[in-house]
């Protein structure tokens, strides 16, 4: 592990390993094309300007970026494949043990945005043994069903690890997207 860099150096390895995987597996099911396109910091400028700068591809998301609340986030995907869209939400940790206050953060961020998916995600470490119990015992509090717009909406989020050495993430079964291909799966169905 290098302890000199910090969290924000890990975001470009980690959007790669992702969007690889989403793709990959969205290929494999024969699905249409997926787009992912990331911004970092701030939601409804980021999206507004991936919008302009892929105007065909997220022409189905056009309406929310103009809509979404602005919100300050570590990095955030807007996943489509040019007909429906889905948000999805990381908030990445370089910390001994991720715990009650960084799932509280990315709960509150998806809420507060309607992003169906989120992740947590601490670079070479897990989640605090507090969080761990509450996530394997408490199955709604990653799977969260709210009304956005007056239409109901499920939030699913998990935990993960990402491994600095390796580049590819541990899955630690905590919460209700327990791996990426659960993930990918759950975006093929959306996407049906």
């Known amino acids: 592990m290098n302890s000199k860099r910090n969290e924000v150096s890990y975001y470009p390895e980690i959007r790669r390993f992702i969007e690889a995987q989403l793709k990959s597996n969205f290929r494999a099911a024969k699905r249409r094309t997926l787009y992912v396109f990331w911004g970092i910091g701030e939601l409804k400028t980021n999206l507004e300007r991936i919008s302009r700068e892929h105007p065909e591809a997220c022409a189905c998301a056009r309406t929310f970026a103009r809509t979404v609340p602005p919100l300050n986030l570590d990095i955030f995907a807007l996943v ?64 969260i069903r709210t009304l956005v717009g007056g239409t109901p909406r499920e939030h699913c989020l998990g935990f993960m690890q990402w491994d600095s050495l390796t580049q590819d993430f541990g899955y630690s079964s905590l919460g209700a997207l327990k791996s990426l291909s659960d993930l990918s799966g759950r975006l093929i169905a959306d996407f049906s």
């Open 80 to 143: 489509t494949d040019s007909r429906k869209f889905e948000l999805l939400i990381l908030e990445v940790k370089r910390m001994d043990s991720a715990g009650l206050k960084e799932w509280s953060q990315l709960v509150g961020y998806c809420l507060v945005s309607g992003a169906k998916y989120g992740l947590l995600v601490n670079v070479d470490h897990g989640a605090s043994s507090r969080l761990s119990d509450i996530l394997a015992m408490e199955e709604h509090l990653s799977r």
